[in-house]
């Protein structure tokens, strides 16, 4: 299903579990001769669909890339700034892009929020694991309060083959807002998210399987594009 063609608003959250998401779809794709990466398609879905398809619980959702991108109604987009400044700086303006939405709203705050990478087609399961763990989270938090010195985690990032995935996330979402508030222009996602001391989601490589090459692209099967630039 391609972006301009899914439903005009994503589903609530399950109860009263409140999360955000942000998708990350703006950066160069250096090894894929400059082709957007959201725009690769299977022939059914592009990897953007299938990131925005991934976090459809989520609300608010937004992504984070160029203007160009096609996006369902109710979908919020911004951009890092500078443009390609890399993923911690697309991470803190999706962040900010939220709190201003809610603040327009008039909404609370999301509790949680999902970082994703627009380049893992088949990451839908992983995110049901993230989503599990920060709901069991909150139930054990609610039965046995930390203590308030205690250094405990403020979420859960993905370890798939023991390598561990910074844009396959969901983190408290005032904790990590905090954690990304400066100094993110082409730093490095991790030097960021250690600070919040994230719990590890062992998670399968299928799931986790990314687009960064066109070897990748031909094994997952989203070798065309459906738009040749930003």
Request: hydrophobic fraction near 40%; charged fraction near 20%.
């Amino acid at each position: 299903m391609r972006a301009d063609t899914m439903p005009d608003s994503a589903p609530p959250t399950e109860g009263d579990f409140s999360c955000a998401a942000v998708v990350v779809a703006g950066g160069a794709s250096r090894r894929l001769n400059h082709v957007p990466k959201a725009s690769l398609s299977d022939g059914t879905s592009t990897l953007l669909d299938c990131a925005l398809e991934a976090v459809a619980a989520a609300s608010p959702r937004v992504v984070v890339g160029p203007e160009s991108l096609p996006l369902p109604s109710g979908v919020l987009r911004t951009r890092e700034d500078p443009p390609f400044s890399g993923p911690a700086a697309a991470i803190h303006a999706g962040l900010e892009c939220i709190a201003a939405d809610c603040e327009r709203s008039q909404a609370p705050l999301p509790e949680w929020c999902l970082i994703l990478g627009v380049d893992t087609p088949r990451i839908a399961p992983a995110v049901q694991q993230l989503i599990a763990a920060a709901r069991a989270a909150e139930q054990a938090a609610t039965d046995t309060p930390s203590p308030a010195d205690s250094e405990a985690s403020a979420g859960f990032w993905g370890v798939s083959e023991g390598i561990y995935q910074p844009l396959v996330g969901i983190y408290r979402f005032e904790a990590i807002r905090s954690v990304f508030s400066t100094g993110t222009t082409d730093a490095s996602v991790r030097s960021f998210l250690r600070r919040l001391n994230p719990v590890a989601v062992q998670m399968s490589a299928a799931d986790t399987a990314d687009v960064d090459t066109w070897e990748q692209a031909q094994a997952l099967g989203y070798t065309t594009s459906l738009w040749s630039s930003y």
